[in-house]
């Protein structure tokens, strides 16, 4: 009886393999819009109950202020600066000292290193951490502008504006605090530029600027988050000054796109490190 290889028999279940002409074919590129939207459902589902509390502080923290401010500043523009500043307190809190924290501990704990296994751009990861962080501050901003309207006086008109100014500030002050947390060697020292920098928009963004010196006048031009405050400020006019709200609107969101441009080149030297 002659032995006969089972591979040449017909109908045979073992497949001859041919040898691989060419290199395999990778799979698509993962684009940016739908590797943004994923990233910001999981930190939006993962952040909620975390964050949650910490958006209430920020909220009772504006509103504290504006209660003692209420006996210190005069009516006019000292109360419309007081309640654009403490209505944007509430994205620095969230957006900058909270974002910087989470960056700060996303890479001391090697949390980087789950991201770059993934299949999304840098900026995908950027973008949608902070974006997840500034959809938080919605609700607070909002209540503190009504509840600073109604202790001021101020009128309810054209509080629409918010929609411009708080994504816009949010972009520049989150882009601000991913970069200082990625950028930071230790976390300990994310936290406190987190907190530095909050205090910097509370002390510069709520305090009336005529009562400034000129040197922190100059300071309080350099904070992204003043010229969302400055933009939401002017609306409480009985005749708003619309080019110079967009202005100070196109400012912001310039700035917002150079801050969230550095946070993205910080998370790819993070995460190669």
Not at 23 to 43: D, F, I, K, N, T
Not at 232 to 261: E, M, Q, Y
Request: charged share 10%.
């Amino acid at each position: 009886m002659s032995v006969v290889p089972a591979d040449v028999l017909p109908g045979s279940a073992l497949a001859v393999q041919e040898p691989a002409t060419g290199a395999a074919e990778l799979g698509p590129r993962a684009r940016l819009w739908p590797s943004l939207a994923a990233v910001y459902r999981a930190q939006l589902s993962r952040a909620r109950v975390a964050r949650i509390p910490l958006l209430f502080v920020a909220t009772f923290q504006s509103i504290g202020i504006m209660i003692l401010m209420r006996g210190v500043v005069d009516d006019g523009a000292e109360a419309q600066a007081v309640v654009a500043g403490s209505s944007v307190l509430v994205v620095a809190f969230v957006a900058l000292n909270l974002l910087a924290q989470y960056f700060g501990q996303l890479r001391a704990s090697g949390g980087l290193d789950h991201y770059a296994t993934l299949p999304v751009p840098p900026a995908a990861v950027v973008l949608g951490a902070a974006g997840a962080y500034a959809s938080f501050t919605v609700p607070g901003t909002v209540v503190t502008a009504v509840f600073g309207c109604v202790l001021f006086g101020l009128p309810l008109a054209h509080l629409w504006i918010l929609m411009a100014v708080i994504p816009l500030a949010g972009a520049a002050l989150a882009g601000l605090g991913a970069a200082l947390g990625l950028l930071a060697p230790r976390p300990e020292l994310a936290t406190l530029l987190g907190q530095l920098g909050m205090s910097a928009a509370l002390l510069l963004g709520v305090l009336p600027a005529d009562r400034m010196p000129e040197v922190v006048r100059f300071a309080r031009d350099l904070l992204p988050s003043t010229y969302g405050v400055e933009a939401f400020a002017r609306t409480f006019g009985a005749d708003p000054d619309w080019a110079f709200v967009l202005g100070d609107l196109a400012v912001c969101g310039g700035v917002g796109v150079v801050s969230l441009a550095v946070a993205t080149w910080a998370y790819r030297r993070a995460a190669v490190r």
